[in-house]
C-alpha cells in the first residue's frame, strides 16, 4: 500500500513536471517565431534601404544636352546609371560624357564614391525593369540578389 501511494506520488510529481515543461516548450517556440518575424523585418527594411531610385540624380543626368533618358539607382555608396544618348551610337559612351554624367550624380548625394554608367541597351531596358519594380512597391528582397547579379555582370569591376 505504501508502495501504491509513492509511486502514485512519484508519477504525479513526473506528470506535473512534463506538464510545465511542454507549456515552456510553446512559449519558446513562441518567442522563436517572433524573433524570426523581427529578423525578417530588419532584413526586408535593410533590403529596402540598400536599393533605391534617385529621381534627382535622374532630373540631373537627363539635363545634359546628350543625355534622352536616364534609370539612376543608388546601392550603399554606388550608384548605377543606365542612360540613353542623343547621338552616340547605340552602347557607346565617350569617357567625357560618363564624367559629366557621373558628376551630376555625385551632386546629389554626397554619399555617393563611385558612379558606373551604361548605355548598353540591354542594361538600359534591365534597369528600367527594375527601376518600374521598385516604384510599384515589389519586394525588394529578390531584386536586389538580381540587381546585384547583373551590375556584376555588367561592371565586373565594380566595388
Not at 114 to 139: A, L, Q, T
Amino acid at each position: 500500500m505504501k508502495f501504491m501511494k509513492l509511486l502514485s506520488i512519484f508519477i504525479l510529481a513526473i506528470l506535473i513536471v512534463a506538464g510545465c515543461g511542454g507549456k515552456d516548450d510553446a512559449k519558446e517556440d513562441d518567442k522563436k517565431k517572433e524573433d524570426k518575424a523581427k529578423v525578417q523585418n530588419v532584413e526586408s527594411r535593410k533590403d529596402e534601404e540598400k536599393i533605391r531610385i534617385s529621381e534627382k540624380a535622374e532630373h540631373k543626368v537627363e539635363n545634359l544636352s546628350e543625355v534622352r533618358h536616364s534609370n539612376v539607382i543608388v546601392t550603399d555608396k554606388n550608384a548605377y546609371v543606365a542612360v540613353i544618348l542623343d547621338d552616340e551610337p547605340k552602347g557607346e559612351l565617350r569617357e567625357e560624357v560618363e564624367t559629366r554624367i557621373a558628376d551630376q550624380v555625385k551632386s546629389t548625394d554626397e554619399n555617393i564614391d563611385h558612379v558606373y554608367v551604361s548605355s548598353n541597351p540591354d542594361f538600359v531596358d534591365r534597369m528600367g525593369d527594375f527601376g518600374d519594380r521598385i516604384r510599384e512597391g515589389k519586394p525588394v528582397k529578390g531584386l536586389v540578389d538580381e540587381f546585384t547579379e547583373m551590375v556584376q555582370r555588367v561592371f565586373p569591376n565594380a566595388r
